[in-house]
C-alpha cells in the first residue's frame, strides 16, 4: 500500500486523501525513521512549487515566453521612451516569470520521473557497509520503509533513509516507486 501511495503522491503532491492514507500506512511499518528537517529555503522553494501542477506551470512558462517576446518586439518598434522603458521593464519581469516557472515545472517532471526512491519489499533486510555479504551488519529495515537509491553495483544498491543512514543492500529487496 506504502509503494502505490507514494506513487501516487508523486502523481498528485496535495491531494489531501493521498497524503493521509500514506500517514495511516507508515504508522504500521515497524522502523521509525526520524527525518533530517530541510533547510527553510528549500521549503519555501518547494511550497511554492506546489501552488500549480506541472503542466500548470508549463502552460505559465510558455504563456509567460511568449508575451515576453511581443513586449520586447514592442520595446524595440516604439519610439517614445517612455514606453520603451516600461515595455523592457515588463519583459525583464516576464523573462524571470519564465525561468521560474519552467524550473519548477521541470521539478515536478523530475520527481515524477525519478526512479531514486523505493520501499523495501522483504519482511525484513540487513544493510551491509558494503555491496557483499561479507560486508558488516549496520541495521536491520522491515517492510514498508522507504529509502533513497543513492547507487548500485551489480544486483546490490547503496541506499540512505530519512535520518542520513547509509548503506547496501540487494537489489531485489526493494521496490522502485
Known amino acids: 500500500a506504502i509503494l502505490n501511495y507514494e506513487r501516487a503522491k508523486r502523481l498528485a503532491p496535495n491531494d489531501e486523501d493521498i497524503n493521509f492514507n500514506l500517514k495511516l500506512a507508515n504508522l504500521k511499518t515497524p522502523d521509525k525513521i526520524e527525518h533530517i528537517p530541510p533547510l527553510f529555503f528549500k521549503v519555501w522553494w518547494n511550497n511554492f512549487a506546489r501552488l500549480f501542477s506541472i503542466g500548470q506551470w508549463a502552460i505559465i512558462s510558455i504563456t509567460s515566453f511568449w508575451i515576453c517576446i511581443l513586449l520586447f518586439c514592442a520595446y524595440i518598434i516604439t519610439n517614445k521612451v517612455d514606453l520603451k522603458k516600461v515595455f523592457f521593464l515588463l519583459s525583464a519581469l516576464l523573462l524571470f516569470l519564465t525561468i521560474f516557472s519552467f524550473a519548477y515545472a521541470y521539478q515536478g517532471y523530475r520527481t515524477v520521473n525519478s526512479n531514486d526512491e523505493a520501499i523495501v519489499f522483504s519482511a525484513s533486510v540487513t544493510v551491509r557497509s558494503s555491496p557483499d555479504e ?25 541506499i540512505k533513509l530519512a535520518d542520513g543512514s547509509v548503506g547496501w543492500l540487494q537489489s531485489k529487496t526493494i521496490e522502485i516507486i
Open 134 to 158: 561479507n560486508g558488516t551488519d549496520l541495521f536491520v529495515l522491515h517492510e514498508g520503509t522507504k529509502v533513497i537509491i543513492l547507487d548500485g553495483i551489480g544486483t546490490w544498491n547503496k
